[in-house]
């Protein structure tokens, strides 16, 4: 038998010596041109540590070889000459806080034969070198999109006559669009969108006769429609959403245009007269009228669209009732959100077996939610938040197999909530702010990512079968009378979970060691429940309060979801309740044990928490000093130590806490001189320091020497929360998450990229 080692030994010098060299290879320039731009690229990169870069193919770009071999690359194999045409050079760079100059592409622009590019998803930043454009004569798809490319669209890219596609989606590309445009007469795909360009659509675009896709969204463009728009005979995709400038009334003759498909208005200052029955001529398959100014009924022409997939008449003044005929029309996504749409919903719009996506939050519509919800194979989004639905919610919802995102809080639904299959794909489920009671609801499929449960009337212990969910990332069950103990197998809880919330319940006796196993908590509320004992020294060990927050695809799929309504987290921020915002959520750490009966001393292993941003205590038991190590604390700025038995002096190490904008250790036997700092001394209400036993110090304009202490003055009532709220604000916005974020980032339904992943999640 072969020798393993002598079959590999002879496998190596086979592929070192016997390769046979290709007789025609790419072009020695063009194979030299690649080069370099690989060299910058990776030059450009190594330059920083923390870039993650995706160099997939790269590698096989080897020089001695033939570039035609290379991934990424190809060429043209019918001419001899073996010129490279096409290039796929998306996603090499894929970085939340690195950049390449778009001077990188120069070399890769000398190639003068190239029919195809592809440079997306790749952190450029800078202008669009136009000038290196100018030898692209064959030109017919470029591809620019999803970098952060500046400047203007250079005028040069009009002389790329060939060019059948241009896509420059997903930059910071501003000026106006010129005319010129006009120049590109074999275009059919023109996408700007999610860009800064201005100014007037130019009437110009009207000539390109091979116009099928136009794609305007998302910029900033005002004036009206031009309507030579309606020359696009082509014409099958139309966005215009979110320009907020664009005004005037929407032109019936849009109606008219025998191929159009797609028609995407919302977000502007368009008008719309609701009253264009006439216009029901083209087969629509989606549709947005978002903040139309649309009144009165769901308009009925919409009955004849029966090749409808998506219609997006959010934000309008639409009144009346959900209509049967809608129901009936078997379309896959509708999105009815902020209307003042009314009544109950048709039992037959869930026997639909093509609706997916049902968005009605924030109107009025009320009765029980129908029996036949279970009879909907193919829904995934069921968003019902903000009306008035009341009865219990049908054990048959249980039964949707696609289900991800279920959200009906803030209505008036009752009774117990189905259980869910263990095999459910359920991720995301708010049934908060409703008046469900009995048990709390624990049976849900192990994929459950966030379960939001607070503000309804659900009672008895901690359920066990939490445990079984093993992805779980937030726990929110505040606002209800669960009871009993915190239990020990509390430990077992998912090691993802990052939020727990279990303010204002009825829980008592002491916080399990055990809690310190849930190495991934960031936000931990026990706050307003019976607890008692002393705080167990083991939450210094919650490594996800000690870490430098870090973002995840999961914190992506929230944002993403954010979009469709997903609301913020309730917790206690000084004296006032304020909402974390989903979209940001992974940012904040904070540790609230607050209203409890909790006692002795304040565990000093608290100090090792240095991610954590608020830490409130007050309104127990405790007694003892204020630890020293709470000088450690370097992000935190909030700290409330107020009503409880605190004794001692304030600890100088506090000078440290360069972040500290809110503090309260008001109602303790605190002594002493107030530690002094630039921070420190910004914190001169004396109101944070009241009710001890003689605190002094130049911030409440008490002098240490004198042993006379007179209460401070009433004054300077005004709290700095806004303050607070901006550094949290700040912090997001200086992390250095920013190429998801950028990219996710307010811009709702249409982004590709959001749209992207959760397609390719789903
Ligand atoms: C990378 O850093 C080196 C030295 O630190 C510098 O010479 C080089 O120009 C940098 N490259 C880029 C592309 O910034
Ligand atoms: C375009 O081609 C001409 C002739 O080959 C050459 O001189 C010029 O440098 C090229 N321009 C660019 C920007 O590559
Ligand atoms: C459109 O915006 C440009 C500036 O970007 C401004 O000069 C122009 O007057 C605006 N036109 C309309 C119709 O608002
Ligand atoms: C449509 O409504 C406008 C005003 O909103 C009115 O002037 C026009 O006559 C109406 N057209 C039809 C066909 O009802
Ligand atoms: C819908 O189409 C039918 C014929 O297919 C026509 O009779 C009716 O008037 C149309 N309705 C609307 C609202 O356009
Ligand atoms: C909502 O609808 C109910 C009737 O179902 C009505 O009594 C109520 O006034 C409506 N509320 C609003 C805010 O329109
Ligand atoms: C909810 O519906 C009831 C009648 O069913 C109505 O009295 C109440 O005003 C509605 N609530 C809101 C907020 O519209
Ligand atoms: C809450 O549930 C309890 C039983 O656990 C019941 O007595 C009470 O009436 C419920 N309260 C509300 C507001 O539904
Ligand atoms: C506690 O939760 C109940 C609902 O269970 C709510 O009515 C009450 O206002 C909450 N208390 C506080 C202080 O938020
Ligand atoms: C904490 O987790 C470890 C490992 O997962 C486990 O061995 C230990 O029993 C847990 N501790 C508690 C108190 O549950
Ligand atoms: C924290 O963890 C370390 C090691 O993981 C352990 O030795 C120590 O006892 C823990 N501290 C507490 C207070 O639980
Ligand atoms: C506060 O501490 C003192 C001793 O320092 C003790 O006598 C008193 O009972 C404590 N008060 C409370 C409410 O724990």
Known sequence: MLNPCLLSCFLFFFFVFFIPQPLFSCPQDQRQSLLEFKNLLTHNIKNHSTTHFFSEGLETWRPNSDCCKWKLVGCDTHSPSKEVIELNLQFLVRSDSVSVSSSILRPVLRISSLVTLDVSLNSIVGEIPGDAFVNLTRLISLDM?????????????????????????????????????????????????????????????????????????????????????????????????????????????????????WLGLGGNKLQWNNNGSVFAQPKLTDLSLRACGLEGNIPDWLKNQTSLSSLDLSM?????????????????????????????????????????????????????????????????????????????????????????????????????????????????????????????????????????????????????????????MQLDLQDNKISGKIPSFISHLSSSLEVLSLRNNSLKDSIPEGISNLTSLKVLDLSENNLDGSLPSSLGNLTGMIEPPTNSLSNFVFLYLYNFGLHDLAVNWKKSKQGLNQKNIYLYTLLDVSKNKLLGEIPSSLGNLKSLKLLNLSNNEFSGLIPQSFGDL?????????????????????????????????????????????????????????????????????????????????????????????????????????????????????????IYYFIKII
């Open 145 to 261: 999109s999803l970098n952060r490319f500046n400047g203007c669209v250079p005028p040069e890219l009009f002389s790329l006559k060939t060019l059948q596609r241009l896509d420059l989606t997903s930059n910071a590309i501003g000026g106006t669009l010129s005319g010129d445009i006009k120049e590109l007469q074999n275009l059919r795909e023109l996408f700007l969108y999610d860009n800064l360009i201005g100014g007037e659509i130019p009437p110009e675009i009207g000539s390109l006769a091979e116009l099928r896709k136009l794609s305007l969204e998302q910029n900033k463009f005002n004036g009206s429609i031009p309507s030579s728009i309606q020359n696009l005979k082509n014409l099958q995709w139309l966005n215009l959403e979110n320009n907020k400038g664009l005004s005037g009334e929407i032109p019936t003759w849009l109606f008219g245009l025998q191929k159009l498909k």
């Open 316 to 472: 309008n003044r639409l009144e009346g009732s959900f209509p049967k005929w809608l129901a009936d029309l078997k379309i896959k996504t509708i999105i009815l959100s902020e209307n003042r749409l009314s009544g109950s919903l048709p039992p037959s719009l869930f026997q639909s077996q093509r609706l997916s996506i049902l968005v009605l939050s924030k109107n009025n519509f009320s009765g029980q939610i129908p029996d036949t919800i279970g009879e909907s194979t193919k829904i995934s989004i069921l968003i019902l938040t903000e009306n008035n639905f009341s009865g219990s919610v049908p054990k048959s919802i249980a039964k949707n197999q696609r289900l991800r995102l279920l959200d009906l809080s803030k209505n008036r639904l009752s009774g117990e909530f189905p259980r869910f299959d263990p095999k459910s794909l359920l991720w995301f489920l708010d049934i908060s702010f409703n008046e469900f009671s009995g048990d709390v609801p624990a049976s849900f499929g192990s994929n459950t990512l966030m379960l939001s449960m607070s503000h309804n009337n659900f009672s008895g212990e901690f359920p066990q079968d939490f445990i079984k969910l093993s992805s779980l």
């Open 634 to 754: 370097e992000k935190l700025e909030s700290l409330d130590l107020s009503d409880n038995n605190l004794t001692g002096e304030i600890p100088k190490t506090l000078s440290k806490l360069n972040e500290l904008n809110t503090l309260d250790l008001s109602n303790n036997k605190l002594t002493g001189r107030i530690p002094e700092s630039p921070q420190l001394d910004r914190l001169n209400n004396p109101n944070i320091y009241a009710n001890n036993n003689g605190i002094c110090g130049m911030q409440i304009q008490v002098p240490c020497s004198s042993s006379t202490h007179t209460e401070p003055p009433e004054e300077e009532e005004e709290k700095n929360e806004e303050e607070t709220m901006f550094s949290w604000e700040a912090a997001f916005i200086g992390c250095s998450c920013g190429f998801l974020i950028a990219v996710a980032y307010g811009i709702g339904y249409s982004n590709l990229l959001s």
